[in-house]
């Protein structure tokens, strides 16, 4: 011990060999994979400024040929006017309504049954994860017509329920993220509160569930991507056009204008369907990360 204390020390002391190559070390290491990630933003961000600038241009400026990158006179009085072609109140009331109860049932729904997979053990619990985790790679289309049988009998069609009762019973992916996050949580802690007389509900709701909002944020905000933007849903199982979400609203935009599309006023109504949406994930950016990275343990 006495000759490896001298040793470390002279080799934290030695002069560092091919000096030269540290900056280029460094430019591998912090530069390029910067510049990565700008020209990856840029890629993404570019339809969502083009959005941005036809939505604010004038009708005659659309036709210029090259097209102008940015509008050369700003026309606000586009979203006025596109909220007035279709009933934009009344489908974003029905999108609300929609969002809300697919968020409570996801958050209600979803950790109830990630607690029995991952806290309690059971004879076959991990058999049966597997099955229900098998689900996620079944592909909706298959399950339309036995969905829409069955929605038809329940004279659930032309209503809302179809949309937002399946949520109640989880989702197959949302169950896995939660699970995955309570495993990383300490088992004493349960056990502890077990030999206390605390039940399995108590413990999930009042010590589970304390540690794990990161990834209930994540799953409210993936419930509240999956109902506002639900295109083939609303298009099945919503047939009155009072019912209709923003969504499909977008669709009937054409046949608003009859022949002749107003992108411009096309645009400024897709702005305001995305900008609740892009508002939301910035507010929940933070818990969004650190629930995708399954910081559980505390």
Not at 155 to 167: E, Q
Request: aromatic residues 16%; contains cysteine; proline residues 7%.
């Amino acid at each position: 011990m006495a000759k490896a204390i001298p040793a470390a020390s002279a080799a934290r002391e030695a002069p560092v060999t091919n000096w030269w190559l540290h900056p280029v070390r460094v430019l591998n290491q912090s530069v390029v994979p910067r510049l990565i990630l700008i020209v990856m933003c840029a890629v993404f961000i570019l339809p969502l400024f083009w959005m941005v600038s036809v939505a604010l241009k004038p009708t005659a400026e659309l036709s210029l040929y090259p097209p102008t990158f940015w509008p050369q006179q700003l026309r606000w009085e586009n979203f006025s006017d596109a909220i007035n072609v279709f009933p934009f109140w009344q489908y974003l009331r029905n999108t609300s309504i929609i969002t809300g109860l697919t968020v409570l049932g996801a958050v209600i729904s979803n950790p109830i049954i990630a607690y029995g997979f991952s806290r309690i053990d059971w004879p076959g619990r991990d058999k049966v994860f597997f099955v229900v985790l098998a689900t996620v790679f079944i592909p909706y289309p298959v399950l339309i017509i036995a969905l829409f049988d069955i929605f038809a009998r329940l004279g659930w069609i032309n209503t809302f329920w179809p949309l937002t009762v399946p949520l109640f019973f989880g989702n197959p992916f949302w169950i896995f993220l939660l699970r995955q996050f309570f495993m990383q949580i300490s088992q004493e802690v349960s056990d502890a509160a077990r030999i206390d007389g605390a039940s399995e509900l108590r413990i999930l709701f009042q010590i589970i569930m304390p540690q794990a909002l990161p990834a209930l944020a994540v799953v409210a905000l993936f419930a509240a991507l999956h109902a506002w933007n639900d295109f083939l849903g609303p298009l099945l199982y919503l047939q009155d056009a009072t019912m209709y979400t923003l969504a499909v609203g977008l669709t009937f935009f054409q046949s608003a204008s009859q022949y002749d599309i107003q992108f411009n006023l096309l645009m400024a109504a897709s702005l305001l369907v995305v900008a609740p949406v892009i508002t939301l994930f910035l507010i929940f950016q933070r818990a969004f990360v650190e629930g995708i990275s399954f910081g559980g343990s505390k």
